[in-house]
Structures are given as C-alpha cells and as structure tokens.
C-alpha cells in the first residue's frame, strides 16, 4: 500500500512538474507584446478606444479652460491595451504631461514615450490575456500649482 502511494505521490509530482514546464512558455509567448510600440508593430491598426476620461480645469492665473485625457486603446489583434494622454494647453503656458499603461494582474506598467502630435503621446503595450489594464493621464499648465489628473476604467 506505501509502494502505491509512493508511486501516486511521484506521478502527481510528475504532472505538476510537466503542467509548470509547459505553461512557463505559453505564458511567456502571452507577454510578447509587453513593451512594444502599438505604431511600429501594426497593433494599432487594429485599435480602438474602449475607455476615455478627461479631467478640466479653469486656470484663473492664467484666465483659460484646459484639459487632460486619458485614453485606454485596446487591439483585438494583438489582445495588448495601451495608454495615451491628450492635453488641451496652449503650448506657449503648457509645462508637462504624460502617461502610463497599467495590467491589474501584475501591476506592470509602461510610461508613455511615442510622441503622435503635438500635445498626444503613446505608452508601449501590455499583453491583456486573461487581465484588464488601464490608463492613467497628467498635464501642467505654465507654474498653476494644479495637476490635471485622468484615470480610465479597466477592460
């Protein structure tokens, strides 16, 4: 009866053993995307925008309405999401901005670093296999002490 334990215990051993093996470079194969620009891999041309969200703000010091917005892009394609912020500042008061890409599973994140235009930059994808991301989108306006502040939901 040991001997039939042993040999369930060993085989049991064996198939957890095989299963980690081979789920270890599918999940690998998963990530491929993790890092790479939505533009130069094509990933974007089948993108969309799933979740959009805009923070506005009146600067009384400098009498105007600007705005940050967050975009979550998503490609069925690729299954990768990644982020981009569009501010809408006048660029002789405009001071900064920026973005970041975030998986939920891991909490692994990218900062945007593709300028498209003139006040819109991309963050690098994230594989969303089996998890959600979302985006988050900040900007300045000349020295106003406020930050504008977005953050999307999660597909």
């Excluded at 053993?17 to 790479?36: I, S």
């Excluded at 917005?69 to 490609?75: E, F």
């Excluded at 999401?81 to 975030?102: F, L």
Aim: with cysteine; proline share 3%; glycine share 8%.
């Amino acid at each position: 009866m040991r001997a039939l334990k042993s040999i369930g215990v060993a085989a049991l051993a064996l198939a957890a053993g095989t299963t980690l093996v081979f789920t270890g470079p599918a999940d690998a194969a998963n990530r491929q995307w993790d890092g790479k620009d939505p533009i130069y891999t094509g990933c974007a041309s089948t993108g969309r925008i799933v979740h959009k969200k805009t923070d506005k703000y009146y600067s009384s010091r400098y009498h105007q309405h600007v705005s940050v917005t967050a975009s979550l892009w998503y490609s069925r394609g690729c299954r990768t999401v990644w982020a981009m912020v569009d501010a809408n500042v006048p660029t002789d008061k405009w001071t900064g901005k920026g973005c970041n890409i975030w998986r939920n599973s891991d909490m692994k994140h990218y900062t945007c670093n593709h300028t498209t235009g003139t006040q819109e930059e991309l963050s690098p994808m994230l594989n969303d296999k089996n998890t959600t991301g979302f985006a988050t989108a900040w900007s300045y306006i000349g020295d106003d002490p406020h930050e504008m502040y977005a953050r999307t939901g999660s597909y």
